[in-house]
């Protein structure tokens, strides 16, 4: 009688086991059916969210916009970007490269998608800023660096004596051998600008650093080096602006007036 309860149990145990194992076994199977069904869901959607782009996405106009530079037609032939072409599948930064390096009117360019049908160019003329003299040339460069036009023949551009160039090609923005070089540069007339001191017609440079600036052709300032450059510089405006005449003219350091508190006014005669 204990044998038989013993195996009645045994068989009860084993019985158990299986149905155990049934049910994991179709978990599984129902885990993998669910998994199947969502990746043949998601590839269906993706088809017809890529179909769906390709036809509701397709390019109708095309504008440009901003400075007038050269023919429109003729910007958006050197984009490479034609009516049909699917909006979201053009690379904007791949556009705007091209049209900056291709087209040397253009400073700036920004690629703007409307969706669902527009696509805008609208792009910033390049402007002579600032001239660059160089084996008795002047290379002529704008507010961000692009190379454009080189001749001998000077223009009414801040001139830059002593820059020191690496290399430079029309269309294409210039290399400083100091990579810091054309920021500084930038930041410096934005300066001079904020504090009334926009007349600049000259600047020298010693090993990348400012040391003398010809302002409106009448006075020469010292700022010695780059260093302290906002204090200096609102120094001089100081000067120029309140204690000079409009048509004084001379020479003016202000290069140790940061450490000394002192600058130095030499009018010529």
């Known amino acids: 009688m204990k044998k038989y309860q013993k195996n009645k149990k045994k068989s009860l145990k084993i019985r158990k086991d299986k149905n155990r194992k049934k049910k994991i076994i179709f978990g599984h199977y129902r885990i993998k059916l669910i998994m199947t069904y969502f990746i043949i869901f998601c590839l269906i959607s993706s088809i017809c969210i890529f179909l769906s782009s390709a036809v509701l996405l397709k390019i109708n106009e095309i504008d440009v916009l901003g400075d007038e530079i050269c023919d429109s037609n003729f910007l958006i032939e050197k984009s490479g970007i034609k009516i049909g072409d699917n909006l979201l599948f053009i690379n904007s930064k791949y556009v705007k490269n091209k049209l900056e390096r291709e087209v040397p009117e253009i400073d700036t360019v920004e690629i703007i ?18 001239a660059i003299k160089s ?17 001998d023949i000077v223009d009414d551009v801040v001139i830059l004596n002593g820059a020191p160039l690496e290399s430079f090609e029309i269309g294409k923005e210039i290399v400083f051998k100091d990579k810091s070089f054309m920021r500084n540069l930038l930041e410096f007339t934005e300066k001079m600008k904020n504090n009334n001191l926009s007349k600049i017609t000259e600047i020298n440079f010693n090993n990348g650093c400012y040391i003398y ?30 204690k000079l005449g409009v048509a004084e003219s001379g020479k003016l350091d202000v290069s140790e007036v940061f450490k000394e508190n002192r600058s130095y006014f030499t009018p010529s005669y």
Do not use: H, M, Q
């Open 135 to 151: 084996n008795e040339k002047y290379i002529f460069i704008s507010e961000k660096g692009k190379v454009l036009e080189i001749s």
């Open 113 to 130: 998608k409307r969706f669902p049908n527009k696509f805008v160019i609208n792009v910033r003329s390049a402007k002579k800023t600032f």
């Open 213 to 242: 600036i010809n302002y409106d052709n009448r006075i020469k300032i010292n700022f010695g080096y780059y260093e302290n450059i906002d204090y200096k510089i609102k120094t001089a405006a100081e000067i120029i602006n309140n």
